[in-house]
Structures are given as C-alpha cells and as structure tokens.
C-alpha cells in the first residue's frame, strides 16, 4: 500500500493536525513492511497560486507551451502523479477562518484537472482518481461536528464534496476538536483522535488478515 500524507498548518511542531495524520501515517506503515510513505508538507514546499500561464498551459499542447507554461503545469503534473500512485490519502489541515487552510487549497487546484482527474461525458462530469481511501484530519479550536456550530463548518463539506467529484467517496474524518478551550481539552481532543487513529489501524491489520 502506497500512502501519501498531506500537511497544510503553518503551526509547525505545535500543529494537532500534522501530529495525528502523522502517526496515522506512520503507524500504517509500521502495520506492513511493504507500505511506503510520501510526504507532501504544503508549509515547507508550498504550492503556486494558478495563475494566467497555468490556465492557458493545461489547456496548450505539450510542444507549444511557453517555459512558464511548461513549468507551472508540470507541478500540477508532479502533484497529479503522487495522487494517482497513492492508494491511501491522509490530508490535514488546520480550521482557519471556518475552511481549509489555503495551501490545502492550493493543492486541490493543482488536482482539480479537466482530463486528468475528471472529465465531462454524456452523463456529465466524472471523477477519474478512483479506489483509494481518504482521511481527512482536521484540528479546530472549537467545536463544529455538533451544535450551533455545525452551520459554520465548510471545511468537511467542501472537501467531501470536491473529492467526492474527483472519484475519491471513500473518504473518513478524524476531528482533533475544541483545542482552543484549555489544556484539558486539548488532552482529551487529541486522545480521542489517536484512538481513532490505532481504530483505523487495527481494521487495516484486520482486513489485511482475513
């Protein structure tokens, strides 16, 4: 099994999201000796913002794109192909301003792609990344998965809905919650979360057994 691991915080060490999709990630790979593991950490190596040569270029033939074209284009490129050979995706990010932080943004429009991962048919669009499992860690001082809150959280939504269109349905969340309210509930936020974590884990082990 081939897992990618995307971190997005700016928090660096301090971030709740990159530790708990880290030892997710890691703990899968210590489960089986043949998992390899690719990091792509958007805070360390960020992605460009699409701009004008990005939007011209995917749609320019390979020969007759300019060299800002080409170079844009094949980060897209470099992005699409790690996506395509994972079969696990462990994506995490921090809950800023009620959304995803914006270099997770930035590396759904790299993976966003008319052609490469989706495509339009007689019976509409149709995502082309399919068969892969998706976790999704998300670290929020608050509490959004339940109560008055709930309305304010477009985080989850928009990134089940934008895999959901790309092929990727089978897709699980690990909410590191209320992480703004204190030490103790950081300690039970993040304990909640490695528990789900070794869950996950052992289901892999198991299903791996049967």
Not at 45 to 69: F, K, M, S, W
């Amino acid at each position: 099994m081939s897992i990618l691991l995307v971190t997005s915080s700016p928090r660096g060490a301090a971030s709740h999201s990159t530790r708990i999709a880290t030892e997710l990630a890691e703990k899968l790979l210590a489960a089986d000796p043949s998992n390899t593991l690719v990091v792509r950490d958007l805070v360390a190596n960020p992605l460009p913002h699409i701009d004008a040569d990005y939007a011209t270029g995917i749609y320019t033939p390979v020969e007759a794109r300019t060299p800002r074209q080409a170079e844009v284009v094949g980060v897209s490129d470099a992005v699409l192909d790690e996506l395509f050979a994972a079969d696990t995706v462990i994506l995490a990010t921090g809950f800023i301003n009620f959304n995803i932080s914006s270099t997770l943004k930035s590396w759904v429009d790299h993976i966003a792609r008319s052609g490469r991962s989706f495509a339009y048919g007689e019976n509409g669009p149709k995502g082309l990344v399919t068969g892969k499992k998706v976790y999704i860690v998300l670290a929020s001082g608050g509490i959004y998965s339940e109560g008055a809150a709930v309305q304010f959280d477009h985080a989850i939504p928009y990134l089940r809905g934008v895999l959901g269109f790309l092929g990727m349905t089978d897709v699980d969340v690990i909410r590191i919650e209320g992480v703004g309210m204190g030490p103790d509930a950081v300690t039970a936020a993040l304990a909640k979360a490695t528990a789900k974590v070794n869950a996950v884990v052992a289901s892999q082990q198991a299903a791996a057994a049967a």
